[in-house]
């Protein structure tokens, strides 16, 4: 048999991107590749791109010309860019980086076998279509055998809000969400391969409207049924919308034992005008409320949260609303970044904050997010949770997994417990990990 060609695959951006890699991994298994942690042994190299942020895209561009020396001792070397930056920038990439072989958008990664054979020829390839089918269903059946308990499920992509900084509908184009017969069928088969936990991913996760028995399914309903799985230990879901937050999913988070206290709700911002300036349709206090309404299901309920500091119209005041949002909810844990204008969305047209005030914010909504982070952590110490080990640890002798917060915990436990749920006993809080110990007696 002839050798394996090896594929290397270097995976950008959310948690989308990472189940897109994988997906794209099988593809190419059909085609003859498998795949390499080395970009030195790789006859095809793939950037999976994220666009929502100026530095990711200039990062893909240097890393590119770092090709350079690989594809001079290798002239065979193939090389793509897919995700999101592909889907934006199309053809431009082949202008500017001409050793690029293949340019395919998130939404045509089922075409990828037919651009291989195409580029084999030597010709370019370049998908950036919208096709109206499910992009999974043509991807090949057979799955590779899991390496870990978990596993990301995509259930929706695309998104309809249009937020004013945001490429994502752009690039991932209208929601779309995938049917729930399906998707169950998916998880059982995750579940037979070892998975005991799914993250449940879109980019408006909670906006699944997809077709199941009898009618629509909600994102509630898909959750309810996908926990009568049996083996099925945990189900999580990001990322969430506030404004569609409906009823039976806060409900959900009280009455359904499998859905984990963790809960990704980007705010944004904690101004009003703000808020309606980057089209968001709420306000900071519908958002509070709403927190309110889901800690009332779950009182342990872990938040986290996105925020963008120095969106154009931002000024000290509006940033002051942030912060006392902020110290309102208090997270668990949260992402912030600085506004970065991004071509095509309506918000890179008007006048922006002075970079150097952007980042002075920045860093103060970071100190701030960072003292309540440790504050939760910190606030674990002494508890019991109950840890699906993932792994080996850090050290000889330990397992590392997460708690139903999300929470890294490593513990000194019997390799054979790794891919299992046991109750640990929190003993001490590290920068980003917490440490502890078996409770005897199991789960
Ligand atoms: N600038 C800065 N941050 C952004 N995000 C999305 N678009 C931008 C942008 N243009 C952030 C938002 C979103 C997260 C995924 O990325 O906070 O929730
Ligand atoms: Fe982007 Fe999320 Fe807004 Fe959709 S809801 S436009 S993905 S920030």
């Given at each position: 048999?002839?050798?394996?060609?090896?594929?290397?695959?270097?995976?950008?951006g959310c948690q989308m991107n990472?189940y897109d890699?994988?997906?794209?991994?099988?593809?190419?298994?059909?085609?003859?590749?498998?795949?390499?942690?080395?970009?030195?042994?790789?006859?095809?190299?793939?950037?999976?791109?994220c666009h929502i942020?100026?530095?990711?895209?200039?990062?893909?561009?240097?890393?590119?010309?770092?090709?350079?020396?690989?594809?001079?001792?290798?002239?065979?070397?193939?090389?793509?860019?897919?995700g999101c930056?592909?889907q934006a920038?199309?053809?431009?990439?082949?202008?500017?980086?001409?050793?690029?072989?293949?340019?395919?958008g998130p939404q045509s990664?089922?075409?990828?076998?037919?651009?291989?054979?195409?580029?084999?020829?030597?010709?370019?390839?370049?998908?950036t279509d919208f096709p109206q089918e499910d992009k999974f269903?043509?991807?090949?059946?057979?799955?590779?055998?899991?390496?870990?308990?978990?596993?990301?499920?995509t259930v929706q992509e695309g998104c309809d809000k249009f937020c004013a900084f945001c490429v994502v509908p752009y690039t991932r184009g209208a929601e779309v969400s995938r049917p729930a017969?399906?998707l169950?069928?998916?998880?059982?088969?995750?579940?037979?391969?070892?998975?005991?936990?799914?993250?449940l991913l879109g980019q408006n996760v909670n906006a699944y409207h997809g077709e199941g028995?009898?009618g629509t399914w909600g994102l509630a309903r898909l959750?309810?049924?996908?926990?009568?799985?049996?083996?099925?230990?945990?189900?999580?879901f990001t990322t969430s919308h506030p404004n569609d937050m409906e009823d039976d999913l806060?409900?959900?988070?009280?009455?359904?034992?499998?859905?984990?206290?963790?809960?990704h709700l980007p705010v944004q911002s904690?101004?009003?005008?703000?808020l309606k300036l980057m089209n968001r349709k709420h306000t900071?206090?519908s958002y509070?409320?709403l927190?309110?309404?889901?800690?009332?299901?779950?009182?342990?309920?872990?938040?986290?949260?996105d925020?963008i500091?120095?969106f154009?119209?931002?000024?000290?005041?509006?940033?002051?609303?942030?912060?006392?949002?902020?110290?309102?909810?208090?997270?668990?844990?949260?992402?912030?970044?600085?506004?970065?204008?991004r071509p095509g969305t309506p918000a890179a047209e008007?006048?922006?904050?002075?970079?150097?005030?952007?980042?002075?914010?920045?860093?103060?909504?970071?100190?701030?997010?960072?003292?309540?982070?440790?504050?939760?952590?910190?606030?674990?110490?002494?508890?019991?949770?109950?840890?699906?080990?993932?792994?080996?640890?850090?050290?000889?002798?330990?397992?590392?997994?997460?708690?139903?917060?999300?929470?890294?915990?490593?513990?000194?436990?019997?390799?054979?417990?790794?891919?299992?749920?046991?109750?640990?006993?929190?003993?001490?809080?590290?920068?980003?990990?917490?440490?502890?110990?078996?409770?005897?007696?199991?789960?």
């Amino acid at each position: 048999m002839a050798e394996a060609k090896k594929l290397f695959i270097k995976t950008y951006g959310c948690q989308m991107n990472v189940y897109d890699s994988e997906r794209m991994v099988e593809a190419m298994g059909a085609q003859g590749y498998e795949q390499t942690e080395r970009a030195e042994d790789a006859d095809m190299i793939l950037l999976n791109t994220c666009h929502i942020r100026e530095k990711a895209a200039e990062k893909v561009y240097s890393e590119l010309g770092r090709m350079k020396p690989l594809k001079a001792a290798k002239p065979d070397l193939k090389i793509g860019v897919a995700g999101c930056v592909a889907q934006a920038e199309g053809e431009e990439i082949m202008r500017r980086q001409p050793l690029v072989d293949l340019v395919v958008g998130p939404q045509s990664y089922h075409r990828l076998p037919q651009m291989e054979e195409k580029i084999r020829t030597g010709a370019k390839a370049l998908e950036t279509d919208f096709p109206q089918e499910d992009k999974f269903l043509h991807l090949p059946k057979e799955r590779l055998p899991k390496k870990g308990p978990t596993a990301f499920l995509t259930v929706q992509e695309g998104c309809d809000k249009f937020c004013a900084f945001c490429v994502v509908p752009y690039t991932r184009g209208a929601e779309v969400s995938r049917p729930a017969e399906r998707l169950l069928g998916e998880a059982r088969a995750l579940v037979e391969r070892g998975v005991r936990e799914i993250t449940l991913l879109g980019q408006n996760v909670n906006a699944y409207h997809g077709e199941g028995e009898g009618g629509t399914w909600g994102l509630a309903r898909l959750i309810r049924t996908m926990a009568k799985i049996d083996g099925l230990e945990r189900i999580r879901f990001t990322t969430s919308h506030p404004n569609d937050m409906e009823d039976d999913l806060i409900a959900a988070h009280g009455d359904c034992e499998k859905l984990m206290p963790y809960l990704h709700l980007p705010v944004q911002s904690g101004s009003d005008k703000i808020l309606k300036l980057m089209n968001r349709k709420h306000t900071a206090e519908s958002y509070l409320r709403l927190i309110e309404r889901i800690r009332g299901a779950r009182p342990d309920l872990m938040l986290s949260g996105d925020f963008i500091v120095g969106f154009p119209g931002e000024t000290e005041a509006d940033f002051q609303d942030t912060l006392a949002l902020v110290e309102a909810v208090g997270y668990g844990q949260a992402y912030s970044f600085k506004y970065s204008a991004r071509p095509g969305t309506p918000a890179a047209e008007r006048p922006g904050v002075d970079a150097a005030e952007a980042d002075d914010r920045l860093q103060r909504l970071q100190a701030l997010l960072g003292r309540q982070q440790k504050a939760a952590q910190d606030a674990m110490v002494g508890r019991e949770v109950k840890v699906l080990f993932e792994k080996a640890g850090r050290l000889e002798g330990q397992l590392v997994g997460k708690s139903e917060y999300l929470h890294a915990v490593h513990c000194d436990a019997p390799a054979e417990m790794s891919g299992t749920i046991q109750k640990v006993r929190i003993t001490n809080s590290s920068s980003n990990s917490l440490g502890g110990t078996l409770v005897s007696g199991a789960a």
